[in-house]
């Protein structure tokens, strides 16, 4: 009993002239250590900002952490900001 096994597909010339992939890639690096020191400056930010601050509206007052006081005009700034942009585009595709 012959132990045949089946034949290797041939490459193509573009499979054979390819490169081993490398496993150090540096686009990938470039990309992760922003990305981290940016995710531990939030973390410390959120950290540092955990005291109450006492937010005042025009009948009431309440106590809320500093991260939520400086985040949220931020949030509602992108918001804002975003809606503004698709209405200014919209008036200027009508004229």
Avoid: C
Wanted: net charge positive; charged share 20%.
């Amino acid at each position: 009993m012959s132990d045949t096994s089946p034949p290797e597909p041939s490459k193509s010339p573009a499979e054979q002239q390819r490169k081993p992939s490398r496993s150090f890639q540096p686009g990938l690096w470039v990309r992760f250590v922003p990305l981290g020191v940016v995710s531990a400056y939030l973390i410390l930010f959120i950290a540092f900002n955990t005291r109450r601050a006492k937010v005042d509206f025009v009948f009431s007052s309440t106590r809320v952490s500093t991260i939520f006081v400086i985040l949220l005009p931020l949030g509602i700034g992108v918001v804002l900001g975003i809606l503004l942009s698709q209405l200014y585009r919209h008036s200027k595709r009508r004229r």
